[in-house]
């Protein structure tokens, strides 16, 4: 599973490949270094196995949605990435959005025989409490990724000694920070002419939906535009179709509408081009993820505004992982992983090819929390 893309040390290879004609065929030192520097990158931000990783670290990570949602399948593909670089053996179990799939998965996985040596768990709708329960006493580590259960619960917890020593810092994203930028990204494209706007959010028990819900507000607020209503569309592309119907006939001024997923973005418009609308210039939209078809229909100017950058969560949560298991200490910085994303920028682009390797070694590079 894992790619050796180098077998010798960095130095000496890079030196007997610059020195090399490789038979009959000369290659210029100029010409290989610019073939071989990209690949360097990678090797450099991902070093290779040191003798104390020579066994793969056992990790578990319950994922709440299923491979197929674009958000969902893409944290997949980023770990799974990372994992092969940072020998960890990774398993990933899906709940297809049914939280209570979700605890049950976690009782399986305490139920066996060979455990995990580490557990990455989401807390959507707030399931992650029963899920810790599963685990207290056994001998596993646990992260919380994307959202962390409420500081008051956490402060519990870590009156505790078995949790003290087991659960970790949580590795939660800026939530409030993307929707923030992402509605005064929005208000701006509304211009000088009608600022009607509504939001549709995701949940009201998640947190990344409440904080996300609540960065939007205070975004449109601070460019004096009060959201006419906030529905709650679950996620759901149909649901937000319905709901977008029914919100054309109540407010026939609407002029943007912001959304918390992708999924929900493509309802929305699909509402508007059923009833004749043209998103990007009768209505714009905005909307957060990375998925192969808001990334394009970003660059088509359907969708106005894009945040993202969250599906690398999963992967910096492995990293994290990984230096914990060595005994380094834990980085309490999280860095800044949502921005907007911009047709023709670097990460814009390396989204659009799903090129995920090169889009670790850019992240890691541009990131302000360097490990």
């Known amino acids: 599973m894992r790619d050796v893309l180098f077998t010798r040390g960095k130095d000496t290879l890079l030196l007997s490949l610059l020195n090399t004609s490789w038979g009959n065929c000369f290659i210029p030192r100029r010409k290989l270094l610019l073939f071989i520097l990209p690949w360097l990158s990678v090797f450099l931000v991902y070093p290779a196995k040191s003798s104390a990783q020579t066994q793969p670290l056992r990790v578990s990570f319950i994922n709440p949605g299923s491979a197929q949602e674009s958000f969902w399948g893409d944290i997949d593909s980023l770990m799974l990435v990372a994992a092969s670089e940072l020998n960890i053996e990774l398993e990933i179990l899906h709940a297809d959005r049914d939280h209570f799939r979700m605890i049950a ?62 659960l970790l810092p949580p590795l939660v994203p800026d939530n409030e920070r993307i929707g923030f930028l992402t509605a005064q990204a929005l208000a701006q494209q509304l211009g000088a002419g009608s600022q009607q706007v509504l939001l549709i959010s995701g949940d009201k028990g998640t947190p990344a939906s409440i904080a996300r819900t609540q960065g939007a507000i205070n975004g449109f607020r601070e460019r004096g535009v009060e959201p006419l209503q906030v529905v709650y569309g679950h996620w759901q592309e149909l649901r937000a179709k319905t709901q977008t119907e029914i919100l054309l006939k109540r407010y026939p001024g609407l002029k943007g509408i912001w959304t918390a997923n992708d999924h929900m973005a493509f309802g929305a418009i699909a509402s508007l081009e059923e009833k004749g609308l043209r998103p990007g210039e009768d209505i714009f939209i905005s909307s957060i993820n990375t998925s192969n078809k808001v990334l394009d229909w970003r660059s088509q100017g359907r969708v106005s505004v894009l945040g993202g950058g969250h599906l690398l969560a999963g992967a910096e949560a492995l990293r994290r992982i990984r230096d914990d298991s060595e005994a380094r200490p834990w980085n309490n910085k999280i860095p800044s992983m949502f921005r907007l994303l911009v047709p023709g920028t670097e990460p814009f682009n390396l989204l659009e090819q799903r090129n995920w390797r090169a889009l670790l070694v850019w992240y890691q590079q541009t990131s302000e929390v360097m490990h």
Do not use: C, S
């Not at 009782?107 to 768990?121: C, K, S, T, V």
């Open 105 to 166: 998965l976690a009782q399986e996985l305490a139920a066996r025989e060979q455990l995990p040596q580490y557990i990455i768990l989401v807390n959507e709708k707030n399931a992650a409490v029963k899920m810790l329960a599963a685990f207290e006493g056994l001998p596993i580590k646990t992260l919380l990724l994307l959202n962390d259960v409420a500081p008051e619960v956490r402060h519990l917890l870590q009156q505790q000694p078995y949790w003290r020593q087991h």
